[in-house]
T-cell receptor, first 113, second 113 residues
Framework: SQQGEEDPQALSIQEGENATMNCSYK?????LQWYRQNSGRGLVHLIL?????REKHSGRLRVTLDTSKKSSSLLITASRAADTASYFC?????????????FGKGTTLSVSS | DSGVTQTPKHLITATGQRVTLRCSPR?????VYWYQQSLDQGLQFLIQ???????AKGNILERFSAQQFPDLHSELNLSSLELGDSALYFC????????????FGSGTRLTVV
């Protein structure tokens, strides 16, 4: 079952624009992570934010976390065509057995030049 | 190369058959996770092994089983295959310090005909 739900499902922008993707989840978490997947390829870890953090930056990526609303957002600034991919949020539940990531259904980002 | 090796990359087999997917985790990682990705179900967590022992189960069918060997490689066995089992199967690994920065393999694309 899915823990997170990304919004929007699909996003099309021009190069240079910013892209914002949102994720909502259902249960208390230890951390939330964002991954990128190029078509049919493996997932690549982008950034992790712990439950006691509110914002984190990595290069052109900015992630926020609001545990009271059980939501997170991923901002990609100055998008490039190479950013075209699917983006997934994933959580590790605070009370789950094991440490598996539970993924949302993803946002498909298309950046045109 | 992510450090997680999955074989084979592609597999085509008939309904009712049995297949084995193999995963070698990144060096030093003790946890191995298996995921199934299909268009309609998204990324579904199947099962986690930690240092040879089953740690957590997700949406794994009874027709599927897995194990992790002493050298930490893992195999996912899929039997009595159905058309609906056609999907991308990913393996991921993580270090013993926690679920941070999972590393995914490039996946095995299974087609059941």
């Amino acid at each position: 079952s899915q823990q997170g739900e990304e919004d929007p499902q699909a996003l099309s922008i021009q190069e240079g624009e910013n892209a914002t993707m949102n994720c909502s989840y259902k249960t208390s978490i230890n951390n939330l992570q964002w991954y990128r997947q190029n078509s049919g390829r493996g997932l690549v870890h982008l950034i992790l934010i712990r439950s006691n953090e509110r914002e984190k930056h990595s290069g052109r990526l900015r992630v926020t976390l609001d545990t009271s609303k059980k939501s997170s957002s991923l901002l990609i600034t100055a998008s490039r065509a190479a950013d075209t991919a699917s983006y997934f949020c994933a959580t590790v539940g605070a009370n789950q057995a094991g440490t598996a990531l539970i993924f949302g259904k993803g946002t498909t980002l298309s950046v045109s030049s | 190369d992510s450090g997680v090796t999955q074989t084979p990359k592609h597999l085509i087999t008939a309904t009712g058959q049995r297949v084995t997917l193999r995963c070698s985790p990144r060096s030093g990682d003790l946890s191995v996770y298996w995921y199934q990705q299909s268009l309609d179900q998204g990324l579904q967590f199947l099962i986690q092994y930690y240092n040879g022992e089953e740690r957590a189960k997700g949406n794994i069918l009874e027709r599927f089983s897995a194990q992790q060997f002493p050298d930490l490689h893992s195999e996912l066995n899929l039997s009595s295959l159905e058309l609906g089992d056609s999907a991308l199967y990913f393996c991921a690994s993580s270090g013993q310090q926690g679920p941070y920065g999972y590393t995914f393999g490039s996946g095995t694309r299974l087609t059941v005909v």
